[in-house]
């Protein structure tokens, strides 16, 4: 339960960072929901990787090549369920504001990451 406890935190920092960085792009830049959003997920996946290896789960006894990459397996793969997502509502809810899209999303992602994160990447 701890650690579920802590992944929650990890998560709504990441989820911060990518909000904030999503919100940030379409404000300041002529990137589009689309594009901007791929970069905050690429910058969040990294955030909580350095994240949950410190905070959450403890570093793997593996190399930290190998957790990272498969980190970044589950990460990339939970970030494609949860763009997939997140564009499916832009594009059949045009109404929807990205944020809310955003929210969605990541609820709908993050009991994959838990378990792919704790069974895959850093069980001992």
Do not use: C, H
């Amino acid at each position: 339960m701890k650690k579920l406890a802590r992944f929650g935190i990890v998560g709504t920092i990441g989820f911060l960072v990518d909000g904030s960085l999503l919100w940030l792009l379409l404000e300041a830049t002529p990137l589009g929901p689309f594009l901007a959003r791929a970069i905050a997920i690429a910058v969040a996946l990294v955030a909580t990787w350095y994240l949950n290896r410190s905070f959450t789960f403890g570093a793997s006894r593996r190399s930290i090549a190998v957790e990272g990459f498969r980190y970044g397996s589950v990460g990339i793969t939970s970030a494609m369920v949860n763009y997939l997502i997140y564009s499916g509502l832009l594009l059949s809810l045009p109404i929807l504001q990205p944020l809310a899209a955003l929210v969605i999303a990541s609820i709908a992602a993050m009991a994959f990451s838990f378990f792919g994160y704790s069974r895959f990447v850093f069980r001992r």
